[in-house]
């Protein structure tokens, strides 16, 4: 058998929102076997690999290195030698600051095929995000970007700054905001105007975004709260603003997730759209579960169907055709659902639920059976392994129930490492299960102090508070939606933590 050769590809992902990548770079991402990837980038993209693929984070910081550059280059050598196709994600630009060119001699040399893609560098997209467009006709013609973090001069700043001072274009320096106030001074000192604007802008994913400007003079003052990373722009346009309105009333507030994806991925199209940035906290994958009963020969004598989740049609219905059975067993049978989103799940399939309570609880779903199905009838509870009791014990007096567990869900252990680096930047932490709750705390133990928790409904507070004695916000109805607006409502009350783009 030939054996498979391995090829390795240095992919940008962009700065900022997942959907800054190229299509290229998403598209080997999606194919690939192995992901090595770095702090700074949109978390999403990891998600989009598949879920075979293996993970491994080798982030960068400055003071903090997960590894070092030779150890980078050695797996990236390995994992191609297995025969892996293996995708390299950097933040920003592979050859812009990200020692992409490093790994690709390392590449070269050691014979194996690679490929660079391009992405979006920091020095252009976080200024723009910021407003400030790095050139701009009759203000600046041209852009010079530069290291603020050089090993081999005294200061640690470029020998030639001074040079660089006299230059008529934009000077955009990264690496350099722990420096800055050295940086203000020798570009004085070479002769550029005290009164240059300048901006310091940290952004993208960055865990404490803000803007702020001055002018050489004060900059060094005025950025001295900033956290890193934060690019440094120096010169006229840096005291211009073409910033589009405020994005929504959630604009620089971060929110966390917890839950399947199917609730996740709704959340955080909801919230994104109103300005937040999202990340997920703890993910909940769905495993269905082996079934030894014959599930097709239950629905032949018309029992009602009912569903607690958008999880649980979807897993009944996969099963259904792994048994290669017959959708017309179903003609007889009568649905009900615990609310809309497991409704659309249902209609999805060309069913549609005889039966949806107005609220969305398992109790109000109890309560809507019990006034609409005839004592006697068979009633099938289609769910999780992890469902309460308070639904079959109210409904067993009257009905013959069979409570069939169709999966259970378990922790993503790569979303909760990644998780464990960000936790503590959450304005609000919302969850969206009872079950999300317990694995929350398994996983990391406690909320970030200062940090708000949402729950979808009181069954999931309720969890919440036996964990937890701090403040609790129910959303307004249960529903994606509702967590959003409880959100919204919140906020526009409240000082966020992260600060805002000024």
Same mark, same amino acid.
């Given at each position: 058998?030939?054996?498979?050769?391995?090829?390795?590809?240095?992919?940008?992902?962009?700065?900022?929102?997942?959907?800054?990548?190229?299509?290229?770079?998403?598209?080997?991402?999606?194919?690939?076997?192995?992901?090595?990837?770095?702090?700074?980038?949109?978390?999403?993209?990891?998600?989009?690999?598949?879920?075979?693929?293996?993970?491994?984070?080798?982030?960068?910081?400055?003071?903090?290195?997960?590894?070092?550059?030779?150890?980078?280059?050695?797996?990236?050598?390995?994992?191609?030698?297995?025969?892996?196709?293996?995708?390299?994600?950097?933040?920003?630009?592979?050859?812009?600051?990200?020692?992409?060119?490093?790994?690709?001699?390392?590449?070269?040399?050691?014979?194996?095929?690679?490929?660079?893609?391009?992405?979006?560098?920091?020095?252009?997209?976080?200024?723009?995000?910021?407003?400030?467009?790095?050139?701009?006709?009759?203000?600046?013609?041209?852009?010079?970007?530069?290291?603020?973090?050089?090993?081999?001069?005294?200061?640690?700043?470029?020998?030639?700054?001074?040079?660089?001072?006299?230059?008529?274009?934009?000077?955009?320096?990264?690496?350099?905001?722990?420096?800055?106030?050295?940086?203000?001074?020798?570009?004085?000192?070479?002769?550029?105007?005290?009164?240059?604007?300048?901006?310091?802008?940290?952004?993208?994913?960055?865990?404490?975004?803000?803007?702020?400007?001055?002018?050489?003079?004060?900059?060094?003052?005025?950025?001295?709260?900033?956290?890193?990373?934060?690019?440094?722009?120096?010169?006229?346009?840096?005291?211009?603003?073409?910033?589009?309105?405020?994005?929504?009333?959630?604009?620089?507030?971060?929110?966390?997730?917890?839950?399947?994806?199917?609730?996740?991925?709704?959340?955080?199209?909801?919230?994104?759209?109103?300005?937040?940035?999202?990340?997920?906290?703890?993910?909940?994958?769905?495993?269905?579960?082996?079934?030894? %009963?014959?599930?097709?020969?239950?629905? =032949?004598?018309?029992?009602? /169907? #009912? $569903?607690? @989740? *958008?999880? +649980? !049609? &979807?897993?009944?219905?996969?099963?259904?055709?792994?048994?290669?059975?017959?959708?017309?067993?179903?003609?007889?049978?009568?649905?009900?659902?615990?609310?809309?989103?497991?409704?659309?799940?249902?209609?999805?399939?060309?069913?549609?639920?005889?039966?949806?309570?107005?609220?969305?609880?398992?109790?109000?779903?109890?309560?809507?059976?019990?006034?609409?199905?005839?004592?006697?009838?068979?009633?099938?509870?289609?769910?999780?392994?992890?469902?309460?009791?308070?639904?079959?014990?109210?409904?067993?007096?009257?009905?013959?129930?069979?409570?069939?567990?169709?999966?259970?869900?378990?922790?993503?252990?790569?979303?909760? %490492?990644?998780?464990?680096?960000?936790? =503590?930047?959450?304005?609000? /932490? #919302? $969850?969206? @299960? *009872?079950? +999300? !709750? &317990?694995?929350?705390?398994?996983?990391?133990?406690?909320?970030?102090?200062?940090?708000?928790?949402?729950?979808?409904?009181?069954?999931?507070?309720?969890?919440?508070?036996?964990?937890?004695?701090?403040?609790?916000?129910?959303?307004?109805?249960?529903?994606?939606?509702?967590?959003?607006?409880?959100?919204?409502?919140?906020?526009?009350?409240?000082?966020?933590?992260?600060?805002?783009?000024?």
């Amino acid at each position: 058998m030939k054996e498979r050769k391995g090829q390795v590809f240095l992919v940008g992902a962009g700065c900022g929102e997942a959907d800054l990548i190229t299509l290229r770079g998403l598209a080997l991402l999606q194919s690939c076997d192995v992901v090595v990837y770095d702090d700074l980038i949109a978390e999403e993209l990891l998600d989009a690999a598949p879920e075979s693929a293996q993970r491994i984070y080798m982030g960068k910081r400055n003071g903090c290195h997960s590894a070092a550059q030779e150890a980078i280059c050695a797996l990236l050598i390995e994992k191609a030698r297995e025969g892996k196709t293996v995708v390299r994600l950097k933040g920003g630009d592979p050859c812009v600051f990200g020692r992409g060119g490093e790994e690709a001699l390392a590449l070269r040399d050691a014979g194996i095929s690679y490929r660079i893609v391009p992405g979006i560098s920091s020095a252009i997209a976080i200024p723009e995000e910021a407003g400030i467009p790095v050139t701009h006709r009759g203000v600046s013609r041209s852009i010079h970007i530069i290291t603020a973090h050089t090993a081999d001069t005294p200061d640690g700043l470029p020998e030639d700054l001074e040079a660089l001072a006299r230059l008529s274009g934009t000077l955009v320096f990264l690496m350099g905001l722990r420096r800055l106030d050295r940086l203000a001074r020798r570009l004085t000192e070479g002769g550029m105007a005290s009164d240059t604007p300048v901006a310091v802008v940290s952004g993208g994913c960055a865990p404490s975004p803000c803007a702020v400007r001055g002018t050489l003079a004060d900059i060094a003052k005025k950025a001295a709260h900033v956290q890193p990373p934060a690019v440094i722009v120096v010169g006229d346009v840096a005291g211009m603003d073409i910033s589009a309105p405020s994005g929504g009333p959630l604009q620089g507030v971060c929110v966390a997730l917890t839950g399947t994806d199917a609730v996740t991925e709704k959340l955080r199209k909801l919230l994104r759209s109103q300005g937040a940035r999202t990340f997920l906290a703890a993910r909940a994958v769905v495993e269905p579960l082996p079934m030894e %009963e014959d599930l097709p020969a239950l629905l =032949d004598d018309g029992p009602w /169907l #009912v $569903f607690t @989740s *958008a999880n +649980g !049609v &979807r897993v009944f219905f996969e099963e259904l055709k792994r048994r290669m059975a017959d959708l017309r067993r179903l003609r007889d049978c009568r649905f009900a659902v615990i609310g809309a989103a497991t409704g659309a799940a249902l209609s999805a399939y060309g069913f549609y639920a005889d039966l949806c309570p107005k609220d969305y609880t398992c109790a109000a779903l109890a309560r809507a059976l019990l006034n609409t199905v005839p004592e006697g009838e068979t009633i099938l509870l289609l769910r999780s392994e992890m469902g309460g009791q308070a639904l079959p014990k109210t409904l067993e007096s009257r009905y013959a129930v069979r409570d069939i567990p169709l999966y259970t869900i378990s922790p993503d252990r790569t979303v909760a %490492e990644r998780a464990a680096r960000q936790i =503590d930047r959450a304005d609000f /932490l #919302v $969850f969206s @299960s *009872a079950g +999300g !709750v &317990r694995m929350y705390f398994d996983t990391h133990g406690e909320v970030p102090e200062g940090t708000v928790c949402v729950c979808i409904g009181d069954v999931t507070a309720d969890e919440l508070r036996d964990r937890w004695d701090g403040p609790i916000l129910t959303a307004s109805e249960t529903s994606a939606q509702g967590v959003a607006e409880t959100i919204i409502r919140t906020q526009k009350g409240k000082i966020c933590r992260a600060e805002r783009f000024s």
